[in-house]
Nanobody, 120 residues
């Protein structure tokens, strides 16, 4: 299984980015997928998850209403749209595969992460 994130970069506060996670060795329509982030010097924070069917999503309280998680089963790719970004959201954003089709299933594979820097 390989999960490859892209789309990270620098953005000003209030700006937007879209992260992508291209999966191989696994079919994203068969498992729950999530995004998890880690800010410098801090622990992991679960950001958002999507069920295997794509019909259900859930978000962390700090990002709900600003971030949108989606997936394209035909492209086997996961996306995270980040809007209204805040300086404290500078972090490495990891794509993660769940061990089952449940949104909050334990992660069994991780990508290497994409750095998002929010700064003026």
């Amino acid at each position: 299984v390989q999960l490859v994130e892209s789309g990270g970069g620098w953005v000003q506060p209030g700006g937007s980015l879209r992260l992508s996670c291209a999966a191989s060795g696994v079919t994203v329509s068969s498992y729950a997928m999530s995004w998890v982030r880690q800010a410098p010097g801090k622990g992991l924070e679960w950001v958002a998850g999507i069920g295997a069917s794509g019909g259900s999503t859930d978000y962390g309280d700090s990002v709900r209403g600003r971030f949108t998680l989606s997936k394209d089963n035909a492209r086997n790719t996961l996306y995270l749209q980040l809007n209204s970004l805040k300086p404290g959201e500078t972090a490495v954003y990891f794509c993660a595969k769940g061990g089952s089709n449940w949104i909050h299933a334990a992660v069994d594979y991780w990508g290497k992460g994409a750095l998002v820097t929010v700064s003026s």
